[in-house]
């Protein structure tokens, strides 16, 4: 019979992250009819761990204290491999995000194992479980197995799918009684600068139109701005375009930049290198705008335009303020 | 103040997706003639930034630069040298090969040690995010565990501030401010900035720096923690993901034309 999962949960704005969401839907596949276990550590955190419980957390340890907020290895670590070892799970998931990844190689040396980042698939075959991830900027997959046990993952964002919320879903939610003690920080956050987002999220966003270094300078981003605003969707940005500062870093989807899946991606200028598709190729569908018709980007795209931007996103922009007028 | 850069020699991450081909049998990417491997890009920023360091205090600070590599790996050692390292150590040695992010970790943390042992302890060992190969992001936080240090990953900026370490470390939305003490571990992130070039010069001069090349024999480390032997990691597969998505263009006369019937067949899958 398969083993225990844990799952290391992440709060985003009071709530439980949309990646934790989707690794407790993981967990739920994996599972095999053994326990599914979240451990959720923040500062004031009542209702989370019921939240979980919700979306397929059969236990729940949960840690409330200021140390724990915001998010620092040291402080989380020792309460994590404690329970890792109190639960016994064969996986162990943790979010592919600046805590997870940041979190899970330490907690994998802690416990003697090892961890796959990034992955798009885990998996059981046998008693081997199976990891896929991204490697060589995107270009290629590989699939991986751990000689030791528990195989640590972090799951990349839009690649799982949640439960839907289930309130009548039971499960047990218990306060941890912590192991940690002040001595055990030592890099300490003193200050956290975020960004306000403006506008629509780019990671929830059901539309996303981006820009690349087609666009040919900071002004083409004008226009693909006015498009996302037209549908009520985001604007994304390839690592090209970022990098010659055309926009801010926040914008940038790929392997080192946001995971986006939204219904529709709207790619102009952008040639679909692998680093970047890593970021968007889940997209339902991909419209792209590339004069290149040889370019990668039409590997992934439904629809396809070899027309230059500057003539057609201002006509397109007409369209569809026509097709909404009517 | 000693600050170790580790760094790797990789596939050049910029070739492009049409040149790049893997061996599904033997599980590698083929090799491609005249393509010259290159330093990982986020272990140029690690050097820059232990460079950065070094500028504000270039007489109480030294900077060494590290890989695990064969001997073609020394060219790599050469441009962090005439970037402005001090000294450089190649770790090359058969039974290296086959490594994964924990058995690379031990071996670099045991000679980071070893300079330690030599009676030049490292303060602050620096690294790159991730190699921009494997994409893995596991080995400079193994160093930290394995050295018992507090570590700081996706590192983009960083100042000395007394005996402690002030950097600023990315978020999804934002950036933190963090303090360490040291000892420590940071990994960088690409947003620290473009590495400097390289002189003529410098790289004259690189070429007299002290390089020294150590063995597994040189490190004090059990055969079977290193290499293939150490090795957690088991490749199931290598491979290049395809789409069966046959990509459909739109072409007409006008600019209006194609917009017209990109929009009827968003609309019409109600995608707009």
């Known amino acids: ?326 | 103040m000693h600050i170790l850069a580790c760094i790797k020699q990789i596939l050049d991450p910029e070739i492009a997706t049409t040149v790049f081909r893997v061996s599904e049998e033997k599980k590698q990417v083929v090799e491609i003639p005249g393509m010259s491997p290159v330093i990982s890009p986020f272990d140029a920023q690690a050097v820059e930034a232990g460079m950065r360091l070094k500028e504000a205090d270039p007489e109480n600070i030294k900077l060494t630069v590290v890989t695990m590599g064969g001997e073609g790996a020394r060219a790599i050692l050469k441009q962090g040298l005439a970037m402005g390292a001090d000294e450089a150590v190649l770790l090359a040695d058969p039974v290296f090969e086959g490594a994964d992010a924990v058995a690379t970790a031990r071996t670099l943390a045991e000679a980071a040690k070893k300079l330690g042992a030599e009676g030049d302890d490292v303060d602050l060992i620096i690294t790159g995010r991730q190699a921009a190969d494997g994409d893995v992001g596991v080995v400079g936080l193994g160093i930290a565990e394995l050295l018992n240090m507090p570590a700081v990953t996706f590192v983009r900026d960083l100042k000395l501030d007394g005996g402690k370490l002030v950097v600023e470390r990315m978020l999804e939305d934002g950036y933190e401010t963090i303090e360490t003490p040291l000892p420590a571990v940071i990994t960088i992130a690409h947003e620290l900035g473009k590495p400097r070039y390289t002189s003529l010069r410098e790289t004259m001069k690189a070429a007299r720096k002290p390089t020294q090349a150590w063995k597994a024999g040189d490190l004090d480390i059990d055969e079977g923690q290193i290499g293939a032997n150490g090795a957690h990691r088991v490749l199931e597969r290598l491979f290049v993901p395809v789409t069966d998505i046959e990509c459909e263009f739109i072409e007409a006369e006008s600019a209006q034309a194609v917009a017209a019937q990109l929009a009827q067949k968003l609309k019409d899958a109600e995608l707009i």
């Open chain 1, 1 to 326: 019979m398969a083993k225990n999962i844990l799952v290391i949960a992440e709060i985003e704005n009071g709530a439980p992250s949309a990646l934790t969401l989707e690794m407790l839907g993981l967990a739920n596949e994996l599972n095999d009819g053994a326990a599914v276990h979240a451990v959720v550590l923040g500062h004031g955190i009542d209702g989370i761990g019921e939240t979980l419980v919700y979306h397929g957390a059969d236990h729940v340890h949960a840690g409330d204290h200021e140390n724990f907020a915001p998010y620092m290895a040291d402080a989380w670590l020792p309460d994590v491999v404690k329970l890792a070892q109190d639960t016994d799970p064969d996986v162990i998931l943790c979010a592919h995000s600046n805590i997870g990844w940041d979190l899970a190689p330490r907690l994998a040396f802690r416990l003697n194992t090892s961890v796959a980042t990034g992955c798009e698939a885990v998996e059981r075959e046998g008693d081997k479980v199976l990891m896929t991830r991204a490697c060589y900027g995107g270009k290629a997959r590989e699939q991986v197995s751990f000689t030791s046990s528990p195989a640590i993952a972090t799951v990349k964002s839009k690649t799982q799918e949640a439960l839907k919320e289930d309130s009548s879903r039971s499960g047990e939610v218990a306060a941890i009684s912590s192991v940690l003690e002040d001595s055990d920080i030592r890099a300490r956050v003193v200050a956290q600068h975020r960004e306000q987002e403006e506008g629509v999220r780019l990671e929830t966003a059901k539309t996303v139109v981006a820009g690349g270094g087609g666009l040919g300078g900071p002004e083409g981003f004008t226009v693909a701005k006015e498009l996302a605003d037209l549908l009520g969707g985001a604007i994304g940005a390839s690592r090209v375009a970022v990098e010659l500062d055309w926009c801010p870093h926040s914008w940038q989807v790929g392997l080192s930049g946001k995971t986006v899946a939204p219904d529709l991606y709207i790619a102009i200028g952008i040639s679909g290198a692998g680093q970047h598709m890593a970021g968007c190729a889940n997209s339902g569908n991909i419209v792209a705008v590339n004069p290149d018709k040889d370019a990668a980007i039409y590997q992934f795209a439904t629809y396809g335009i070899t027309m230059s931007y500057e003539e057609v996103i201002p006509a397109l922009i007409e369209e569809i303020k026509m097709h909404k007028g009517s």
